[in-house]
């Protein structure tokens, strides 16, 4: 029922900054749950935000929280990923994620909707 569709990801050095975009198409996203998740090949997929679709509460996995901002636009049935001071660390590729509800989560078990994933590489 929903589509999404991750953009915005590239190579970029180490201390710099990326904002991938995840639109979401098929139906309005407003009331659920986001998440974003990344994954390396050699690792599970990983959490590393997401913002209830109710109050648009927020929380982060501890190696990007004061780096990474989590948002969405509601008019534009957009969720975003704000990267700042990006570091070796970081590169994976990135997966935006939707839950038909409004309870965030760090699980990836309990989203219902998946993007592609968009690749960040960032060098030193």
């Known amino acids: 029922q929903v589509q999404l569709a991750e953009s915005g990801g590239g190579l970029v050095q180490a201390g710099s900054s990326l904002r991938l975009s995840c639109a979401a198409s098929?139906?309005?996203?407003?009331?659920?749950?986001m998440g974003w998740f990344r994954q390396t090949p050699g690792k599970e997929r990983e959490f590393v935000a997401c913002?209830?679709?109710?109050?648009?509460?927020?929380d982060y996995t501890a190696s990007v929280k004061g780096r990474f901002t989590i948002s969405r636009d509601n008019a534009k049935n957009t969720l975003y990923l704000q990267m700042n001071n990006l570091k070796v660390e970081d590169t994976a590729v990135y997966y935006c994620a939707s839950r038909t509800y409004w309870a965030r989560s760090s699980s990836p078990s309990v989203y219902d909707y998946w993007g592609q994933g968009i690749q960040v590489t960032v060098s030193s």
């Open positions: 913002i209830s679709g109710s109050s648009g509460t927020t």
């Open positions: 098929g139906r309005t996203i407003t009331g659920n749950a």
